[in-house]
Each structure stands twice: as C-alpha cells, then as structure tokens.
C-alpha cells in the first residue's frame, strides 16, 4: 500500500517537475524576446504603481476607495489622458503619480516609435520585394517582366472577374527602378512584389507558392540572354512550381515551340506560343483574308463581344453537342463553336484518368486505356465537332457572343 502511493507520488512529482521546467524554459525564451520584455516591464509597474497609489491614498482620499479606483487612476495616468476625476492628495501619492507620468512619457515614446520603425521598415521591405506573404491564398502570381507589363496586369485585372489586386503577386529580378515606378502608381500599389528569380524555391515559397490558384509566367525580358534561356528558365520555373504545388494552375509563355513538349511533361496547364501566334496572323494577313482584324476583335476586351470559354451546365455532361448549342443559342443569344477538353489542372486530369484506366479487368482495354492517358492534351480544342459527339467531363463550351451576358 505504502509502496503504491510512494509510486503514485513519484509519478505526480514527475509529470509536476516537467511541467515547471516547460514553464521555465518557455520564461527563458520570451525573457530573449525585447516585446515580451516592454510588456512585462509595463504591467509590472503598473500593478506597482496601483498597489502604492492605494496604500498611501486609501484612508486619506475619498476618490481611492477600491483597488480599481487606483488601478483607473494609474492607467488614466500612464497613458497621459488626465481625465482629472481621481487626482493624489497626499504627498507620497503626488511623488508616486508624478513618476507614472514620467514612466508613461517613456513608454509611449518607445512603443509609438517601435511601431513606426516597424511601418517604415515594412514598407520599405515591400517597396523592394522582401518581403515574405504568408497570410496570402488562392492567389495570383506573375512570373517575370516585360516592357508592356502595365498594359498585360491592366488586361488581366479586366479579364478576370473578382480579382483583387491585393491578389495579385509579382516575382520578378528586374531593375529596382523600374518596379518602384510601376508600384508608385495608385492603381498597382496594393499589388504584392517579391524580389528575386522565381525558378528559386526560396523565392516561390517567400510568394506562398503552396496556397497561390494560377501562376502565369512571362518570356521574361528582364535579365539578358537569348530566346533558348528563356525559354528554358520557364521550363525550369514550371518544374519548380509543379513540384511545390501541383493543384496549382500554370500557364506559361514561350517564344520557341520546340519547349512546348518539355511544358507538356512538366504538366504545364496551358501553354502561350507568342511568336508562333504572331508568325501565323502574319501569313493570313499577306494572303489578305483580313483575318487578322477578326482574330483582333475577338480579343478585344472593349467591344464586350467576342471568344467567350463558359462552363458547362452539368446537366450537359455526357449529352450531345445538339443540344448544347441550342441551349446555349436559345438561353444565352451566343453561338457554340466548340468544346475545350482536360481543362483545368492537368496533373489531376491526368491523375484521374489513370486511376481510371486501370480499372478495367481486361489487361488489352488496360493498355489501350493507358496509351489514351498518354494522348492526353490540357486544353484539348476540338472546333466545331459533329453534332454526335458526346459532351466529356471537365469540359468547357468555346462561344462567340456578348460577354455581358457570362
């Protein structure tokens, strides 16, 4: 019986002796901390001030009758506001109000200027891009610099419905004065800067790159080098990023196609052939087919008419392509000119269509299922299709119409 309660006791003692050595070091280490010190010191002297403030006046003055009315009376006094309805009559006490006075004066001084140095310095860190967001999700992040960047961010804040610019994340190593111009502007300056190359992981994770929804990367022309690098430091950024987040949605800009397939295995979402779109509008308008002007005013963002991607009603997966586009000529006034297939994150396009592959009993369906996984396109256009053919899941309807009414 003895031996049971000593072992009860030594077990109790135990768990009692780790708990004060936790609270001990925990005190240790916010004793480091020159905050946590500031505050303690405060509330030290506060609650000393309080105590002698109604010690030498409880008795004497009529105003000072509980410790509350010293603790009003210290705080009132600390803080310099001297409301006047509780003032010392004794001596001591004046001695005593005059050194909380003293005392508040200090503090006030130090914690308004600690929270100025903290405001400048921040907002010199953000000037610069150092800063690290972590509060930041389902942003936006724009990889790289271009010399119409003004004109790309104005249309994508235009384009995309319920962006806020606080959003929106630029990382890029362009010249400082360059970004300070763009981010002195009014209508940037509650856009996010992050300093640095963004094929770094330090860099992306400093952009919260795990919680960002897109991520769109320019052919960067801020750092010199031919149109190979380039193109293959956005190969090595989507490899980056892929590999950080790979729910997060890439599209990316190169200027030689030949890196198209190397974007393709990286599961680059959506690929931007800038100079191959370009050579093509070229050799439509030699031929004088004003195709050009056509392929303008569909992207044109100021006439509210033109290309228009829509999701699907649901009730449409699996239908045929007949009856979407008399739904959508009859309910929207707009004209379906084809489907978008695999949209949206091509990894888990990917990913599901695999596990659905390899389903089947059958090792010959197996394989065939497989090399139909391989096939696979992000953001599979098929124009115009027959009015047979059969609505997919993750699909998106291509329109031509109003946009005013999406």
């Known amino acids: 019986m ?11 003692y135990s768990k009692l002796k780790k708990i004060f050595k936790r609270i001990r070091d925990l005190f240790f280490i916010l004793i480091e901390d020159p905050v946590f010190r500031i505050g303690f010191l405060i ?9 002698l403030i109604f010690i030498v006046e409880k008795g004497k003055n009529q105003n000072i009758k509980t410790f509350f009315d010293s603790f009003w009376y210290t705080i009132v006094t600390l803080t310099t506001t001297g409301y006047g309805d509780i003032t010392p009559v004794t001596v001591m006490g004046r001695i005593v109000g005059i050194m909380i006075m003293a005392f508040g004066l200090v503090v006030i001084g130090s914690v308004s200027g600690r929270i100025a140095s903290f405001l400048i310095d921040r907002q010199l860190k953000r000037g610069r891009g ?26 994508i804040i235009e384009s995309i419905n319920n962006l806020d610019r606080s959003d929106i994340v630029l990382i890029n190593n362009t ?16 856009i996010n800067y992050i300093q640095g190359d963004y094929i770094e992981e330090s860099v992306l994770i400093r952009a919260n790159i795990k919680l960002a929804s897109k991520v769109l990367i320019l052919a960067d022309q801020s750092l010199p080098g031919s149109a190979i690098e380039v193109d293959s430091r956005t190969v090595m950024a989507v490899l980056t990023i892929k590999n950080l987040n790979k729910d997060v949605y890439v599209a990316a800009e190169i200027i030689d196609e030949k890196f198209e397939k190397y974007l393709t295995v990286a599961d680059c979402d959506e690929v931007i052939l800038t100079k191959e779109y370009v050579r093509k509008l070229l050799i439509n308008a030699s031929c004088g087919t004003g195709v050009s002007s056509v392929i303008r005013d569909l992207l044109s963002l100021e006439n509210k008419k033109g290309i228009i991607i829509s999701d699907i009603p649901p009730n449409f997966i699996g239908d045929n392509y007949k009856n979407l586009f008399d739904h959508f000529l009859n309910q929207k006034e707009t004209i379906l000119v084809g489907i978008l297939e695999n949209t949206g994150n091509f990894y888990n396009r990917k990913k599901e269509a695999l596990n659905e592959a390899q389903k089947s009993p059958d090792i010959s369906k197996i394989v065939d299922n497989l ?4 096939e696979l396109k ?3 256009s098929i124009l115009v299709p027959e009015f047979d053919y059969i609505v997919k899941k993750y699909s998106k309807a291509i329109l031509i119409g109003k946009t005013d009414n999406f």
């Open 2 to 12: 003895i031996f049971a309660q000593n072992k009860e006791f030594k077990l109790k």
């Open 43 to 51: 509330i030290f002297i506060t609650f000393l001030s309080m105590i």
């Open 130 to 155: 150092l800063l690290k967001l972590r509060n930041l999700k389902n942003h936006f992040i724009i990889c790289g610099w271009r010399t119409d960047f003004e004109n790309i961010i104005d249309g």
């Open 175 to 190: 010249k400082q004065e360059y970004m300070e111009i763009f981010l002195s502007n009014p209508k940037y300056k509650i």
């Open 371 to 374: 090399r139909k996984v391989k």
């Open 378 to 380: 992000a953001n599979n």
